[in-house]
């Protein structure tokens, strides 16, 4: 049996060279061109089981011109790799029906992994072509490491119905994804109706949902059409489901099992067709232990799970995001504003337990009171006061947040111009140092080899930092 032939479409050198060899030692035969001219003279000339193709090359948009080239090699799987790290390039690749799409930078061994199971398998048939979209009318702005993983899985969910659960700290934007799923999907011309349930009174929440009859209880002066069939033919979105009363949750249950509704007080079944969006900030294993929230409805919606990274993990948007409030905030009627470098810099550094609602407010307030055409560091410094218990660590915060948070700090307490490179090394390094002697129980040899420094040196540090005695 011949190897398999893969067309590798890039036009930075070194990642074909290193994507070739990778291919190469599975036993997988490849050829490499730059440029889309190229890439259709070797699909002339030869066949290939897959194609491995970038997304901005030498003379054209690697993605546009694919949907001539999959139509004419409809059994041939295409994986998209891009730099152009936005929810736009995830939704083109999904639209044209691409086996997979890595972003880079991207695990090489996911990669070849990819590049076998497409190879293996043949791909479905492409639905029909969709409006064309731009980032500038997509509703989340972010290009991080953090958010890929999220328009990767809203890619996936655009021609189907799965129930999905979205997690993540408030204001870190779940209602967007449940929107961009919504209106990006084949659901976009039916309703999206959100709910939530922190919002209406318990005792509410299933007229709310499921509507009621004129005399179903006291108060009930007419009929009144629920939230899912007000949802028919589109999105429900069910905001805060943690809070959602347990009697709600038996019936809300009910109904997704059976997908048929019947209004409070009426007889008539009402078949649904709706997709099931919901979103929570707390932890709802959590609230499943305690006898808070069915296990059996938690099974039910999270079908398809997707977690909101908080802004503190995904800093590299802030900058585009400020620029995005900027002009929305212009578009609101406040002046319209600029924004420089040390400003981001100094935004980047702040701890947002808000997350990107505090981001979206603060730079309103800036473009509102500042004197300015342009928002600078000092304009930060002016108008935002000090967080109460800034030294607290922030709960669940990465490596990178706590970096962000001490640089904060560092700045806040006037010291911006001492050297910052020993007060950080300081800062990080002993409680490193503190936690390895623990877990050797003081023997600095077998703490010396697990850092992977000498002997010489870890006593050093642990002189340096006056840690032999608190040890």
């Not at 001219?37 to 002339?44: E, V």
């Not at 069910?238 to 099992?257: C, F, N, V, Y």
């Not at 967080?387 to 669940?396: I, R, T």
């Amino acid at each position: 049996m011949t190897n398999p032939r893969v067309l590798i479409v890039e036009d930075d050198a070194s990642i074909g060279m290193v994507v070739c060899a990778a291919l190469s030692a599975e036993n997988i035969d490849t050829q490499i061109c730059d440029s889309v001219s190229a890439r259709n003279a070797a699909l002339d000339n030869g066949h290939f089981d897959l194609m491995l193709t970038d997304v901005v090359l030498k003379d054209s948009d690697g993605l546009a011109t694919l949907k001539d080239v999959m139509a004419a090699a409809p059994d041939m799987p295409v994986i998209i790799m891009s730099a152009q790290n936005t929810l736009e390039t995830a939704v083109r690749a999904s639209e044209i029906n691409a086996f997979e799409y890595f972003p880079k930078p991207f695990d090489l061994n996911d990669l070849v992994l990819a590049v076998k199971q497409g190879i293996d398998k043949r791909r479905s048939v492409p639905d029909s072509a969709s409006d064309s979209l731009s980032e500038a009318n997509l509703p989340m702005i972010g290009r991080s490491v953090a958010m890929q993983d999220v328009y990767r899985m809203v890619a996936r969910l655009l021609r189907n119905d799965l129930s999905v659960l979205i997690s993540g700290e408030s204001g870190t934007g779940k209602e967007l994804v449940a929107e961009a799923i919504h209106s990006l999907g084949h659901r976009k011309t039916g309703p999206f109706v959100a709910v939530n349930m922190a919002a209406i009174p318990s005792e509410l929440i299933e007229a709310e949902l499921f509507g009621h009859e004129k005399g179903s209880f006291t108060g009930a002066v007419g009929q009144a059409i629920g939230r899912f069939e007000q949802a028919q033919g589109g999105t429900l979105f069910l905001d805060e489901i943690g809070d959602m009363p347990k009697h709600a949750q038996t019936r809300l249950l009910r109904a997704l099992q059976s997908g048929v509704i019947s209004r409070i007080g009426g007889k008539a079944s009402i078949r649904l067709d709706v997709r099931i969006i919901a979103a929570t900030n707390q932890r709802l294993e959590e609230l499943i232990a305690s006898g808070k929230f069915r296990e059996d409805l938690f099974y039910r919606l999270n079908v398809v799970p997707i977690h909101m990274p908080p802004l503190r993990d995904r800093t590299d948007d802030i900058g585009l995001l400020a620029h995005h409030f900027l002009i929305l905030a212009a578009k609101d009627g406040l002046p319209l504003r600029k924004i420089d470098d040390s400003a981001i810099a100094s935004l980047m550094t702040m701890p947002w337990r808000g997350n990107i609602r505090e981001l979206r407010n603060l730079i309103y307030r800036l473009a509102l009171v500042c004197r300015e055409d342009v928002i600078t560091e000092a304009t930060i410094y002016q108008n935002v006061e000090s967080a109460p218990d800034s030294d607290a660590p922030v709960k669940g915060a990465s490596f990178e947040a706590a970096v962000v948070q001490f640089l904060r700090d560092h700045k806040q307490r006037g010291h911006s111009r001492d050297k910052l490179y020993p007060k950080a090394l300081a800062q990080f390094e002993t409680p490193l140092l503190q936690h390895v002697m623990r877990q050797v129980k003081g023997n600095q040899l077998k703490a010396a080899a697990l850092l992977g420094i000498n002997r010489n040196t870890m006593k050093k540090k642990l002189t340096l930092y006056n840690l032999l005695t608190k040890l």
